[in-house]
């Protein structure tokens, strides 16, 4: 079985701060993991994936995150908050290759960026 | 261009009118998922198909049926809708060839049952 935590539910930080966003998971197998942001009343946007490449991985906007396996963590971080980086974030777990069909969200990261 | 539709994008109905949320992909994906996003619940997964005629259920089956007749599309069935599926709906669908993890979502349906 999988299953995600993300440990915050709201992160706030100040315009050119780095950025946090910590989530941990588990699962039964190797796993491919995923971060999504939503805007304010918009769709869901891929920032990033993890499918047991490189573990550290690179996205969208500056963002990236770090697969770190005996931590059971897929942090993602960005050095230099940017207004346009309020949002909700969602980290992503789905268990074996990517013909398992099975997605697992976590409850949101909802972050705010101040002047 | 590469999209995913869902229609209607808005929808207001009472307790236990049957109703049909469509979703189109113009991706020739093999596999489609629908999704319900609650506060502070995140997305949890409804039902998903990895192929036309092949459906499989996710974290939140109950109340709902969709069926796969046609590889782009994959409509979400409420047979009787009560105020608890009030929520908003999320259609994906994504490749299955190598490097097809990546899910692309539709635009979201909102649905209100009272």
């Known amino acids: 079985a999988q299953s995600v935590t993300q440990l915050d539910s709201h992160v706030s930080v100040s315009e050119g701060t780095p950025v946090l966003l910590r989530c941990n998971y588990s699962?039964?197998?190797?796993?491919?993991l995923f971060w999504y942001v939503q805007h304010p009343n918009k769709g869901l946007q891929l920032l990033l994936k993890?499918?047991?490449?490189?573990?550290l991985v690179k996205g969208i906007n500056g963002f990236e995150a770090e697969f770190k396996k005996s931590e059971t963590s897929f942090h993602l971080t960005k050095p230099s908050a940017h207004m346009s980086d309020a949002a909700e974030y969602f980290c992503?777990?789905?268990?074996?290759?990517?013909?398992?069909?099975?997605?697992?969200f976590g409850a949101g990261t909802q972050v705010v960026v101040t002047p | 261009e590469a999209q995913v539709t869902q229609n209607p994008r808005y929808l207001i109905t009472v307790t236990g009118k049957k109703l049909t949320v469509t979703c189109s992909q113009n991706?020739?994906?093999?596999?489609m998922s629908w999704y319900r996003q609650d506060p502070g619940l995140g997305l949890r997964q409804i039902y998903y198909?990895?192929?036309?005629?092949?459906?499989d259920k996710g974290d939140v089956p109950e109340g709902y049926k969709v069926s796969r007749k046609e590889k782009r599309n994959f409509p979400l069935i409420l047979e009787s809708p009560s105020p608890n599926q009030t929520s908003l709906y999320f259609c994906?669908?994504?490749?299955?060839?190598?490097?097809?993890?990546?899910?692309?979502f539709g635009p979201g349906t909102r649905l209100l049952v009272l």
């Open positions: 699962s039964s197998y190797s796993p491919s």
């Open positions: 991706m020739n994906h093999e596999y």
């Open positions: 198909s990895m192929n036309v005629e092949v459906t």
């Open positions: 994906a669908s994504k490749g299955l060839a190598g490097g097809g993890e990546t899910q692309y």
């Open positions: 993890y499918t047991s490449a490189a573990t």
């Open positions: 992503v777990v789905s268990e074996g290759t990517d013909s398992w069909g099975k997605f697992q």
